[in-house]
Each structure stands twice: as C-alpha cells, then as structure tokens.
C-alpha cells in the first residue's frame, strides 16, 4: 500500500513517492525509501512488497552493469524497464512472485521516458503513471494537471500534489513525499 507517481517532462523525469510502510492496518513506518536510483539517469519508484522491491532493485542494478560492461554502453530507460520487467516475469513463471509494481523512469538519447511494470512483466509507456494503492486518487490529479509541455519545476509540482492527494484519502499512504528529479543531461536531484 503506497502511492508512487512518475511524470515525464520536456526537460527530464520526476518520480515521487509517499513515505509510508504499512503492515495491514497498522503504520509499520513513517520513514521508508521508496525512490532509487538505478543510475545517473534512470531511477525506480516502487509499490508493493518492500523486502521483493528492494531484492529486485539490487539485482537490476547488478544486471545492467554487467550488460552495460559487456556491450561498452549503458542500457536506455526502455531496456532496463524490460530487464526488469523479465526478471518479474521469471518470478512468476517459477512460482515466486515479486509482489511489486515498479514505476521506472530515466532520460536517456532519445528524451525522457517513463514505464511501469506489474508482478506480471508487463511493460507499458505513458507520459505519467501512479502505482499503489492510493493510484486511482494520484490519476486524477494527473489527468487534470498534466500538458505536454509541462517543465520540470511544473511536473515536480504535480507529482507532489498527485501524492498528496492521495495521502488524504488512501490510508495505506502517508508521512510525507520523496521527490527524485532526473533532468535530461544530468545526474538526478534531491530525495527529500
């Protein structure tokens, strides 16, 4: 139960997340990380299970280097999405399901991009995706704020409000908003 939020923008990405574990209904944190970055460029926004999200983090960010060494050059936001995308697929086909729904999202040669990927391996691309169980209230603002061509101070704004709206009515969702911004061209700014 969370709620994560991922816009892309003309000028880079920003993925947001509330701050919130819970255990049922009760608060098992307040202080969680839910934003990591893979890389310079591309970062996760992630829902669901903390102990599978955080495996499957490390182990993508483990399997993209090794891909990265091996072919001489990094690995765009689409093929580190698909990478893990399979690695949940493979779960799943084994009977060990990663109970996650990651938002990846990263700037590469081709602009900024986001995806999601569900415990199934499903990939899909739009200019803005929430997961967790407080999405259907962060779509709402989404839809209603969105424009192509929003900035990133715009988008970082949105995300911001797209998640607290749904801290005030998701009870799985609370405690503040983390905030990863990746512009295009550059390393990603604050987590805070």
Request: hydrophobic fraction near 40%.
């Amino acid at each position: 139960m969370t709620t994560t939020v991922g816009i892309r923008s003309k000028d880079g990405v920003v993925l947001a997340a509330d701050k919130r574990a819970s255990k049922g209904f009760f608060v098992g944190s307040k202080v969680v990380q839910k934003l990591f970055a893979l890389d310079r460029a591309t970062a996760v926004a992630i829902a669901g299970q903390m102990s599978d999200a955080e495996y499957l983090v490390n182990l993508a960010k483990a399997e993209r280097r090794l891909l990265s060494l091996r072919r001489g050059y990094p690995l765009s936001v689409r093929e580190s999405a698909r990478l893990i995308a399979n690695i949940v697929y493979s779960g799943m086909k084994a009977y060990n399901p990663f109970f996650v729904e990651l938002v990846v999202a990263g700037v590469d040669r081709d602009g900024a991009h986001v995806y999601t990927s569900d415990m199934s391996g499903a990939v899909t691309s739009e200019d803005f995706m929430s997961s967790g169980s407080g999405s259907p209230i962060a779509y709402g603002v989404l839809e209603q704020g969105y424009r192509a061509d929003i900035d990133l101070d715009g988008a970082r704004r949105l995300a911001e409000s797209a998640v607290r709206a749904a801290m005030e009515r998701d009870p799985g969702s609370g405690n503040g908003v983390d905030i990863l911004v990746l512009p295009n061209g550059h390393a990603p700014t604050g987590v805070n």
